[in-house]
């Protein structure tokens, strides 16, 4: 949604001295000096109308040099022999449906760019889909890492009891049989007769079954009753309160340390280390899309941006994870009824990190480098442009869980820095060769985040977890280019609200023990009257 945020980019020239709108007119329009033809042969303008019949009219000479009609709303070129090496040739913007000629509009030739920035709100950035886990979920939710399943066992000195957590192959086990298998974070284990222990407890909340108590309890690999002594226990067969009494089976020593790992290390650092046992390394992939369609004050644009966002990170301590960032965006946006269409693609790429503050809190950053290419076509008028952006964020996520629920909010600061090049329009007008020069421009914008995820877990029968969420978030733009005016459908400059609201929902699920998938839908522009962006998002994570 690159497009979006330069969508006018320096493209306009407009700095309204009447209202566009004049109330004795019975049509609407504004009027935008665009420049003027190689050779300063010939000034351009482009005037922004309803349906109805025009005409451009120069001061100078009180000359009509332009008549036209439209059947809709839209945009609209015209030529003027007109050109002033000041800010003079004044022109004026006639309706010219009723009996009589109506000003609409007055605009010199004053070169006063105006970036238009549309940004969707609700995005975070209203711009860029988001290349890193945001360190938001790429969806924009909080990234509120692993949830607490399993019981909090901290060590006496008050750090988090992440246990013999096995990340590599060839570790021992304490019988000394070589320990090559994964770590099963959701292990399926059979009876000693063959029979498959579908009687594991349920480890999530709200769904814990009573704990074994008959003859049918495992005891150490055996079967309770047998003439054997009973020397440990099988954590996954007995209650809580009788793991006190026997140690646990060394067979059964490497699953449970990671069954207990995932339960104590906290709140997610990354969206991809979630649901899975903790690991070394962590890759993930996210593929989303954006339909932006903005109806405001008349501008008819419609925008569908698409991304493919990767990222690989690794767990420094159990607290620190470092990683990098890459992502292939592309997106296209039909704007004014079809006068105005832009294509954009490119990359973004960066590192980011993110450390536990405590058993409840996280902090991430990110810093992000990308390039552009975008293509425009104004009516006959074409040419294209490179940009660039450069962006950080900053957020603090949380997690707690009370009852059968986990809520997870989140505070997260956004800014961004865009350079586009200047460019030139080509085409004719009437069979004249127009050529037009814009210059390059430069913004910045800047928004908060705030959100709050509500979850809760479940299981499927095969007995893999199944987390079901809603998040409800807020965005405030705090700062915008030219002071968050932007460009209404006949030209004039106008303000929408700093503030927007959004609705997401969704699941997350672990297709085997380190392999992660999330589904994501949301809408991102409540609050914003006429505006409606819609997202979706599939997340893959694969641990290891």
Request: aromatic share 10%; charged share 25%; with cysteine.
């Given at each position: ?14 700095v309204?001295?009447?209202d566009a709108?004049?109330a004795n007119?019975g049509s609407?329009?504004g009027?935008?000096y665009?420049?003027n033809t190689l ?8 005037s922004g109308?309803?349906?109805?019949s ?7 000479g009180n000359?009509?040099?332009?008549t036209?009609?439209k059947s809709k709303?839209g ?6 022999p007109v050109?002033s090496?000041?800010?003079?040739g004044?022109h ?5 449906s009723g009996g009589k000629p ?6 010199n030739q004053?070169r006063?760019?105006?970036p238009?920035i549309?940004?969707p709100?609700?995005?975070p950035d209203?711009?860029?889909p ?9 969806d ?6 692993p ?7 901290d060590r006496p000195?008050?750090?988090?009891d992440t246990?013999?957590i096995?990340v590599?192959?060839?570790f021992?086990?304490p ?8 770590v099963r974070?959701?292990p399926?284990?059979?009876?000693p007769?063959?029979?498959?222990d ?9 769904f814990?079954?009573?704990?074994p ?5 495992i005891?150490?690999g055996?079967?309770?009753g047998?003439r054997t002594p009973?020397?440990?226990i099988d954590?996954?067969?007995?209650g809580?309160n ?5 140690p646990?089976c060394?067979?059964?020593?490497p699953?449970?340390?990671a069954?207990?790992?995932a339960?104590?290390?906290?709140v ?6 979630d649901?899975a046992a903790p690991?070394?390394w ?5 593929i989303r899309f954006a339909?932006?369609?903005d109806?405001?004050?008349d501008?008819d644009?419609?925008t569908l ?5 990767m990222?690989?990170d690794r ?10 960032s890459?992502?292939?965006?592309d997106?296209?946006t ?7 269409d832009i ?6 790429f960066?590192?980011?990190a993110?450390y536990?503050l405590?058993?409840?809190?996280a902090?991430?950053?990110?810093v992000?480098y990308?390039r ?9 008028l074409g040419?294209?442009?490179d940009s660039?952006r450069?962006s950080?964020?900053?957020?603090l996520h ?5 009852g059968a629920?986990?809520i997870?909010?989140k505070a ?5 820095h ?14 004249f060769?127009v050529?037009v020069s ?5 913004y910045?914008y800047g928004?908060?985040e ?9 299981r499927l ?7 079901v969420?809603a998040?409800?978030?807020a965005q405030y733009?705090?700062e915008?280019?030219?002071d ?5 459908g006949d030209l004039s ?6 503030w927007?609201?959004?609705l997401?929902s969704?699941?997350?699920m672990l297709?085997n023990?380190?392999l992660q998938i999330e589904?994501?839908?949301?809408y991102l522009s409540?609050g914003?009257?006429d505006?409606d962006v819609w997202?979706?998002?599939l997340h893959?994570s694969?641990?290891f």
């Open positions: 949604m690159f497009l979006q945020g330069l969508l006018f980019a320096g493209l306009f020239s407009v309204s001295s009447v709108f004049a007119c609407r329009g009027l935008a665009l420049g050779g300063a042969t010939r000034s351009v303008w482009l109308t309803s349906a109805g025009f005409g451009l009219e120069a001061a100078q000359q009509t040099v332009d036209w009609s709303r945009l609209h070129l015209s030529l003027s050109v090496s000041g800010n003079g004044t004026k913007l006639y309706d010219l109506c000003l609409l509009d007055t605009q004053i006063g760019l105006i238009d549309t940004w709100q609700g995005l209203n711009d860029l988001r290349v890193f886990p945001d360190f938001a979920l790429p924009g939710r909080p990234d509120t890492d949830i607490r399943v399993f019981p909090d066992f000195e008050g750090r988090p246990g013999p096995r590599l192959p060839d021992d086990r019988d000394g049989r070589p320990d090559t298998e994964p974070v959701f399926d284990f059979d009876r007769d063959g029979r498959p579908n009687d594991l407890p349920r480890v999530f909340p709200g814990d079954p009573p704990a108590s008959g003859p049918g309890a005891r150490a055996r079967v309770a047998a009973q020397t440990c954590p996954r067969s007995v809580a009788q793991r006190r009494d026997l646990i060394p067979e059964i020593v699953q449970e340390a069954r207990q790992g339960g104590q290390s906290g997610p650092l990354t969206p991809g280390r649901l690991a070394l962590n890759f993930w992939s996210d339909d932006i369609s109806e405001r004050y501008r644009s419609d941006a698409r991304s493919l966002d990222g690989l767990r420094i301590t159990d607290d620190l994870v470092l990683g990098m890459f992502s292939l965006e997106s296209s039909d704007a004014h009824s079809g006068s105005l294509d954009t693609e490119g990359f973004s960066g590192p980011y993110a536990r405590s058993k409840h809190w902090i991430d950053a990110s992000t990308g552009y290419n975008n293509e425009v076509d104004l009516s006959v040419g294209d442009y660039e450069f950080g964020q900053l957020s949380g997690q707690y869980k009370y629920y986990f997870r909010p997260s600061v956004n800014f961004a865009v350079k586009s090049d200047g460019y030139g329009l080509h085409g004719s007008i009437f069979n060769p050529s814009l210059p390059g421009e430069s910045n928004v908060m705030m959100s709050t995820e509500v979850s809760r877990f479940f029968p095969d007995g893999h977890p199944f987390l969420f998040e409800l978030g733009e705090f915008r280019p030219n968050g005016k932007i460009l209404a400059e106008v303000t929408p609200s700093p927007a609201f959004s997401r969704g699941f997350r297709l023990d380190n589904a994501t839908g949301g409540l914003q009257e505006l997202e979706g998002k893959l694969w641990s």
